[in-house]
């Protein structure tokens, strides 16, 4: 009989009813004959509400709450509870389930609190009672350190839990239903015409979930292609039998026959750019600029660099993440005289625009299409990057939705077939 991992997403465990109906979705697979172990999320705005409670606990103890390890404790409780709910519901319709908390499996994870990351998950338990025909019910986005600390891995990071779970116990497939019935050509709450893609590589979805694509988390998409974990995505909303042949395969490039040059469109409004002015031209500057803002753990992703005519001088752009950027301001003011620059600048009105696609190895003109959809409906580009597989923009923030659609117009995505 083969394994299954099955995660339902915090849309899919709102409310009693939706676990009802995942708890349907779960049965009918065990009773196909798989084994299944079922990883779930929080129910939909509890992790929010919980962190609410940190920040608000924090402040009042004037505490931070990054790095705090209660803040784990209380953050994972959410999907603690959704596995119980689901555990008793399947056992009310009859099935043997049972629920499996981060520590007990165990989930093994680093010790930073807050973004922890998987460490190992032993086997061991989780085969014992899959193989009693039990049906496992694992709460994701949470673990335990080896010194037995709750931890959490991040927001979203269920999915990452279910691919780990996936691969510790040799899973034939990690299936996460989510409330859209796969991964679109871009994201179909800012694009009605979006399409739903039957295959995206795992190189694809990697791209596309860490510029900003949220579906899964960016994580998960390295796990699973490090693991070769097959994953699809697919949604909750249907009730079983309803759903064959529809959601999104991830998977290696091979098997994908019908490929395009570009696949998707994704956008993050977690950007904001910094701009320095009147940089001394001259060598280990960047080394001196980036090296301060690694070591207050900032990552920076887009960077230009400009020389002024005279080419004593330079002027240096670089993005942060939004919650990074007064910090970074911070730093760079501080060491003003012993980095030697005229002026720092913030903007954080910006967003990223990207397009992504493995034709573009191959295909010339991509990135020109781009550029030429985005100025006709006047958009101005700040910032350009580039890699093998795909091309992002900085834009001012107000024109996100134009450019998206702009874009996946230009790339003819809204005529993909399905
Ligand atoms: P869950 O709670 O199930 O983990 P998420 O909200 O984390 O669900 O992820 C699903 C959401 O991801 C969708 O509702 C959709 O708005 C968004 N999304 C962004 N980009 C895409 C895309 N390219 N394809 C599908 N969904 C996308
Ligand atoms: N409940 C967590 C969150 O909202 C983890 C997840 O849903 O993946 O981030
Ligand atoms: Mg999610």
Redesign the pocket.
């Known amino acids: 009989m083969t394994r299954l991992v099955m995660k339902f ?4 465990m709102a409310d009693l009813e939706r676990i009802r109906r995942a708890a349907r979705l779960v049965a009918a697979e065990y009773d196909a004959g798989h084994k299944v172990a079922v990883v779930v ?1 929080a129910m939909a705005g509890k992790t929010n509400e919980l962190v609410a409670w940190t920040d608000g606990a924090g402040k009042a103890t004037g505490k931070a709450t990054p790095g705090d390890d209660e803040y784990d404790v209380i953050v994972a409780s959410g999907e603690q509870v959704t596995a119980g709910l689901l555990a008793m519901t399947l056992r009310n319709m009859g099935y043997d389930a049972v629920s499996m908390m981060g520590w007990q499996v165990p989930i093994i994870t680093s010790d930073v609190h807050g973004k922890a990351r998987i460490l190992d998950i032993p086997p061991a338990k989780l085969d014992t009672a899959l193989d009693a025909g039990q049906i496992v019910v694992v709460p994701g986005f949470q673990g335990v350190t080896e010194s037995g600390r709750i931890t959490t891995l991040g927001r ?1 990071g ?2 990452t839990s279910a691919v780990a779970v996936a691969a510790a116990i040799k899973a034939v497939r990690c299936d996460i239903y ?3 019935d796969g ?2 050509t ?4 800012i694009e009605s015409k979006a399409r739903r893609l039957k295959k995206i590589s795992f190189e694809e979805m990697l791209e ?1 979930a860490s510029l900003g ?3 899964l988390q960016t994580r998960s998409v390295e796990l699973a292609m490090a693991q070769r974990v097959p994953v699809r995505v697919l949604s909750s909303f249907v009730e079983p039998g309803e759903n064959i042949d529809q959601g999104t395969i991830v998977c290696d490039e091979e098997e994908i026959v019908e490929k395009h040059i570009v696949s ?1 469109v994704a956008f993050s409004r977690d950007e904001a750019k910094i701009t320095l002015l009147g940089l001394p031209n001259k060598i280990g500057i960047s080394a001196l600029v980036f090296g301060k803002l690694a070591a207050a753990n900032i990552n920076v992703d887009m960077i230009v660099q400009s020389e002024k005519r005279s080419g004593e001088y330079a002027n240096q752009i670089f993005t942060v993440g939004r919650r990074d950027a007064k910090t970074a301001v911070d730093i760079m003011t501080s060491s003003k005289d012993e980095i030697g620059f005229d002026e720092i600048r913030l903007d954080d009105t910006v967003s990223k625009i990207s397009i992504v696609g493995v034709g573009m190895r191959s295909h010339t003109g991509v990135a020109e299409t781009m550029f030429r959809a985005l100025s006709e409906k006047g958009i101005n580009i700040q910032v350009i990057s580039t890699s093998e597989i795909k091309v992002s923009v900085l834009i001012d923030e107000a024109y996100t939705e134009l450019a998206v659609r702009a874009l996946h117009a230009a790339y003819g995505l809204d005529k993909i077939g399905v």
């Open positions: 997403g915090g849309t899919s999320s979203g269920s999915d989510t409330d859209v991964v679109y871009t994201d179909p709450r596309m694509a949220k579906v998707g």
